[in-house]
């Protein structure tokens, strides 16, 4: 099955950047879309992108546009999140989740994905 693995989070300033890595084993990448959720204490967990299988096809939330890039290498099954001009209230766990579902687009429903990482923390603070 499925396994990934989150890295890359950390304390990171406001203002700053950071790059968040989700190395995807057990299966074809070209098969899987692959979603970026967090969750901050307090809040409901919450989609913040989503890459097609064919990488063609990528969404944002509203609070991220301009600022989050994702991307994939399928030569190293690995998804990145670039996260630019970080805010405090980007500040959460952040947990990478593949499904099979989505043919060509990605949607960031999280009931759809159902192989999850353990998630990493990013904390932006001064």
């Known amino acids: 099955q499925l396994q990934l693995v989150e890295s890359g989070g950390s304390l990171v300033q406001p203002g700053g950047s950071l790059r968040l890595s989700c190395a995807v084993s057990?299966?074809?990448?070209?098969?899987?879309?692959i979603g970026w959720f967090r969750q901050a204490p307090g809040k409901e967990r919450e989609g913040v992108s989503c890459i097609s299988k064919s990488g063609g096809r990528t969404n944002y939330v509203d609070s991220v546009k301009g600022r989050f890039t994702i991307s994939r290498d399928y030569a190293k099954n690995t998804v990145y999140l670039q996260m630019n001009s970080l805010k405090p209230e980007d500040t959460a766990v952040y947990y990478c989740a593949a499904t099979f579902t989505f043919q060509r687009l990605c949607m960031m429903i999280e009931l759809q994905y159902d192989y999850w990482g353990r998630g990493t923390q990013v904390t932006v603070s001064s």
């Open positions: 057990g299966f074809t990448p070209e098969y899987y879309a």
